[in-house]
């Protein structure tokens, strides 16, 4: 088999990363895929970096933090599969997708999920107190710390992306654009 090409995305957090990526997945039935979510790369909560809150100084679990990610073992995984060759399509999704330099060097194509910050925090609130998270737990971290690691990481990476996808409005013409591109790089190799 050909070399699979590698997608990445990324975008803050909460911004549609994970929807967009299944619903790419979905659009390249027939096409064999895999995907390496970043969320499964968290390193045991032992290993987790603790931070201060640049301006409370209230020490949390950083879990917007690289250190927080099992990065080598990401860059690893991707690599194998790289060099396995059994997929056409990777797909690798996260907050610092398009951040971590090794990683970015094997993508093909570099997407970015853009969300505003209000609509991010609200999305954030509902899926992590549907975890059993206080209303007050989520926001406190999010406005004490997350927002001042998507500035530090995430956002500077937005700029390294090929294509800035809208996570607020329906994404079914890019879906389209993106997938038949796909399909046709599959197709002239």
């Not at 500077?156 to 013409?173: C, E, H, I």
Request: glycine share 6%; hydrophobic share 40%.
């Amino acid at each position: 088999m050909k070399k699979p090409f590698v997608i990445g995305i990324a975008g803050g957090s909460a911004s549609g990363k994970s929807t967009f990526t299944a619903k790419l997945e979905e659009a390249l039935d027939g096409v064999s895929c895999t995907t390496l979510h970043m969320d499964s790369y968290f390193k045991p909560r032992a290993e987790r970096p603790q931070s201060p809150a640049p301006v409370s100084g209230k020490v949390y679990m950083d879990d917007n933090h690289p250190e927080t990610m099992d990065l080598a073992r990401l860059r690893a995984d991707l690599s194998a599969l790289v060099n396995a060759a059994e997929y056409q399509v990777i797909i690798v999704e996260g907050l610092l997708t398009l951040w971590d330099t090794e990683i970015f060097a094997m993508l093909d194509l570099k997407l970015f999920v853009e969300c505003r910050a209000d609509e991010r925090i609200v999305r954030r609130l509902r899926r992590n107190m549907s975890w059993g998270l206080s209303y007050d737990e989520v926001a406190n971290v999010y406005l004490d710390l997350v927002r001042y690691r998507h500035d530090e990481y995430v956002e500077p990476s937005k700029w390294k992306a090929d294509f800035l996808l809208n996570g607020s409005n329906d994404t079914g013409v890019a879906l389209r654009m993106i997938s038949q591109y796909i399909r046709n790089i599959l197709k002239s190799e």
